[in-house]
């Protein structure tokens, strides 16, 4: 079965710094993968996802996301938080029909 | 667009009742899905729909949960002798067909409290 890991369980940053979120999944095969986002008090959201192509796929909000095959990655990244970024974020992967698999999330605080 | 929907946003219940969720996707997407999430854990699958049929419930814990959607339309998720560790957020998302390509767009949850 598919699985997702999200290292960081909360990530605290200051405004300005540079963000960089792990996720590495277990599935061999073809993969789709996705990075969603639940802002406080909201709904989950699509940030971005990767299906073929480009590894490195930009997102909204100046988020991108880079897929490493040989590492089964698809971190998160931004160059420079806002206070508006806190958030939890969640990894998915899905492969063919199989249902979508997330990960436990990372909550991302950041602070002035 | 309107986005989904799910009422009611928040359910309280004793141990043993019977509750039911209901989901209102967006208009003309064809497939639905159901997921439970559980305090400090990402959304876990339960059941997908494309059109009136289940085309996969391979994620439902045990036959207490029971979904439907009988005019292709609104979901009712259904819990019968709900326990304790049924409380979590239930989650209703859906796509226009299903496809592995598609987006899943989410409603804002159902919390679900079993006393």
């Given at each position: 079965?598919?699985?997702?890991?999200q290292?960081?369980?909360h990530v605290?940053?200051?405004?300005?710094?540079?963000l960089?979120l792990?996720?590495?999944?277990?599935y061999g095969?073809?993969?789709?993968?996705?990075w969603?986002?639940?802002?406080p008090?909201q709904h989950l959201?699509?940030?971005l996802?990767?299906?073929?192509?480009d590894p490195l796929v930009k997102?909204?909000?100046?988020?991108e996301?880079?897929?490493?095959?040989?590492?089964f990655?698809?971190n998160?990244?931004?160059?420079s938080?806002?206070?508006s970024?806190t958030?939890e974020y969640?990894?998915a992967v899905?492969?063919g029909?199989?249902p979508?698999?997330f990960?436990k999330?990372t909550r991302l605080?950041v602070?002035? | 667009?309107?986005?989904?929907?799910?009422?009611?946003?928040?359910?309280?219940t004793e141990?043993?009742?019977?509750?039911?969720?209901?989901c209102d996707?967006?208009s003309?997407h064809?497939?639905?899905?159901w997921?439970?999430?559980?305090?400090?854990?990402?959304?876990?699958f339960?059941?997908y729909?494309?059109g009136t049929?289940a085309?996969?419930d391979?994620?439902?814990?045990?036959?207490?949960?029971?979904a439907?959607r009988?005019e292709?339309?609104?979901s009712?998720l259904?819990i019968?002798?709900?326990?304790?560790g049924?409380?979590?957020?239930?989650?209703?998302?859906?796509?226009?067909q299903?496809t592995h390509?598609?987006t899943?767009?989410?409603?804002?949850?159902t919390?679900l409290?079993?006393?």
């Amino acid at each position: 079965a598919q699985s997702v890991s999200q290292h960081n369980h909360h990530v605290i940053l200051s405004e300005a710094a540079s963000l960089e979120l792990g996720c590495n999944y277990s599935y061999g095969g073809t993969v789709n993968l996705f990075w969603y986002v639940q802002y406080p008090g909201q709904h989950l959201q699509l940030l971005l996802k990767y299906f073929s192509g480009d590894p490195l796929v930009k997102g909204i909000k100046g988020f991108e996301a880079e897929f490493i095959k040989s590492k089964f990655s698809f971190n998160l990244r931004k160059p420079s938080v806002q206070w508006s970024d806190t958030a939890e974020y969640f990894c998915a992967v899905k492969s063919g029909n199989t249902p979508l698999v997330f990960g436990k999330g990372t909550r991302l605080s950041v602070i002035a | 667009g309107a986005g989904v929907s799910q009422t009611p946003s928040n359910k309280v219940t004793e141990k043993g009742k019977y509750v039911e969720l209901r989901c209102d996707p967006i208009s003309g997407h064809t497939a639905l899905y159901w997921y439970r999430q559980s305090l400090g854990q990402g959304p876990e699958f339960l059941i997908y729909f494309q059109g009136t049929g289940a085309a996969d419930d391979s994620g439902l814990p045990n036959d207490r949960f029971f979904a439907v959607r009988p005019e292709g339309s609104v979901s009712t998720l259904k819990i019968q002798r709900t326990e304790r560790g049924d409380s979590a957020v239930y989650l209703c998302a859906s796509s226009a067909q299903g496809t592995h390509t598609d987006t899943q767009y989410f409603g804002p949850g159902t919390r679900l409290t079993v006393l």
